[in-house]
């Protein structure tokens, strides 16, 4: 597949000059770029549902119970 993007020049000598910098062509660069944001999105999410999660019951372990739930005391 293949993606166009329109770029100013000066976007595109920056971005050009990252991806040389990190050993990659401009096609990894974006791809990483764009892999990463996605994971940051997704564990944000996770984040706000556990905090939700834990503000509607808020249960807490201590370390010698959580150790000792998984047979490591």
Same mark, same amino acid.
Not at 12 to 32: D, M, P
Not at 35 to 59: G, S
């Given at each position: 597949?293949?993606?166009?993007?329109?770029?100013?020049?000066?976007?595109?000598?920056?971005?050009?000059? =990252?991806?040389?910098?990190?050993?990659?062509?401009?096609?990894? $660069?974006?791809?990483? /770029?764009? %892999?990463?944001?996605?994971?940051? &999105? =997704?564990?944000?999410?996770?984040?706000?549902?556990?905090?939700? $999660?834990?503000?509607? /019951?808020? %249960?807490?372990?201590?370390?010698? &119970?959580?150790?000792?739930?998984?047979?490591?005391?």
């Amino acid at each position: 597949m293949t993606v166009s993007i329109r770029l100013r020049p000066q976007e595109e000598a920056v971005f050009k000059a =990252y991806a040389k910098a990190h050993g990659v062509s401009l096609s990894e $660069a974006f791809r990483r /770029a764009l %892999t990463d944001k996605l994971e940051d &999105e =997704y564990d944000l999410k996770l984040c706000e549902e556990r905090m939700a $999660a834990y503000k509607a /019951a808020p %249960t807490t372990f201590t370390q010698e &119970e959580v150790e000792s739930e998984f047979g490591l005391r």
